[in-house]
């Protein structure tokens, strides 16, 4: 069963944190005291709750997260009673996020199912940062000339090139996210990432939302 991270009286304010080149140890150090959500290797940020919908993933990093305090969760059930400590959620194909906490929309990526877990555990404003949505500098299909993650490359993302638009937007998650109607949910979802290919949600500067939403 998930409960909510934010106790009575405490603003259900919270930061998503994405993995995107843009990321940087300043914008970390400015939302460490929120309650902070992740996908797959945003884990080594010492975050409350972390998603990784993929088998791999959990199987090439399970040795250094396991000892991590977050909640880990995952959408594979092959993974069930695998891992000592992880957590199984269902996945269904729906369009937004599930207000049902028995499970949350697939959206073909950990990213949209991280924010759907962050409004099961009870937050009602978030700010994304590191979602840049996009590969910078595209040659083509495999070649890029910037920096694709905040890491850099590993085992698992140099085996991953999904398809992108002409200016290497991440177009078909972007479509995915583009049918979350947060209004719709009674939820606030604020884009803090600078020169994010994904326009479907309010853009601000961090520090602008930051004054904005926890005053």
């Not at 309650?35 to 409350?48: M, P, Q, V």
């Not at 000592?84 to 194909?93: Q, V």
């Not at 207000?99 to 959206?107: K, L, N, Q, R």
Request: proline share 5%; hydrophobic share 30%; net charge negative.
């Amino acid at each position: 069963m998930i409960t909510s991270l934010f106790p009575p009286g405490e603003k259900p304010l919270g930061v998503v944190i994405g993995c995107g080149p843009s990321l940087t140890v300043e914008q970390l150090d400015k939302v460490k005291h929120l309650k902070r959500f992740g996908a797959n290797r945003s884990f080594e940020f010492d975050l409350d709750v972390v998603l990784g919908c993929n088998y791999q993933f959990w199987d090439y990093y399970w040795d250094q997260i396991k000892d991590y305090r977050c909640h880990k969760w995952t959408t594979r059930p092959e993974l069930k009673g695998k891992y000592p400590g992880l957590n199984y959620i269902e996945e269904r194909w729906e369009d937004s996020l599930s207000t049902d906490p028995s499970y949350v929309c697939a959206h073909h990526g950990s990213g949209p199912q991280i924010l759907n877990m962050a409004l099961h555990y009870g937050c009602k404003t978030m700010l994304l940062i590191g979602w840049d949505m996009r590969y910078l500098g595209k040659v083509d299909r495999r070649t890029y000339t910037g920096k694709r993650h905040y890491f850099g490359g590993d085992k698992l993302t140099e085996g991953h090139w999904p398809m992108t638009g002409e200016n290497g937007e991440l177009a078909g998650l972007i479509r995915e996210m583009e049918t979350i109607n947060a209004d719709k949910l009674g939820i606030t979802i604020i884009n803090c990432t600078p020169d994010s290919a994904m326009k479907c949600f309010p853009m601000m500067d961090l520090d602008s939302a930051l004054e904005k939403y926890e005053c």
